[in-house]
């Protein structure tokens, strides 16, 4: 319940907004769920990956997983 609070008010920070500060990240320009994750990169929720990736159409594998909480 925690994590949905938090991505419900990054996307309100950010307004459901694509255009907010934030990381850019080269590969999300096409994927569903942009606007969510720059709102969540916004908030400094997420960050993806050091290479300036965020990787939307890979597994999450138990790695990334831990780092997310």
């Known amino acids: 319940m925690k994590a949905l609070?938090?991505?419900q008010a990054?996307?309100?920070k950010g307004g459901?907004?694509?255009n907010?500060?934030?990381?850019r990240f080269s590969d999300i320009s096409?994927?569903?769920g942009q606007k969510f994750i720059k709102a969540l990169a916004a908030a400094n929720?997420?960050?993806g990956?050091?290479?300036g990736y965020f990787r939307p159409d890979d597994s999450l594998?138990?790695?990334n997983m831990r780092r997310c909480w």
């Open 5 to 7: 609070k938090a991505v």
């Open 45 to 47: 929720i997420i960050s």
């Open 20 to 23: 907010i500060g934030g990381a």
């Open 61 to 63: 594998n138990a790695l």
């Open 30 to 32: 096409e994927n569903w």
């Open 49 to 51: 990956f050091p290479d």
């Open 10 to 12: 990054a996307v309100k």
């Open 16 to 18: 459901g907004n694509a």
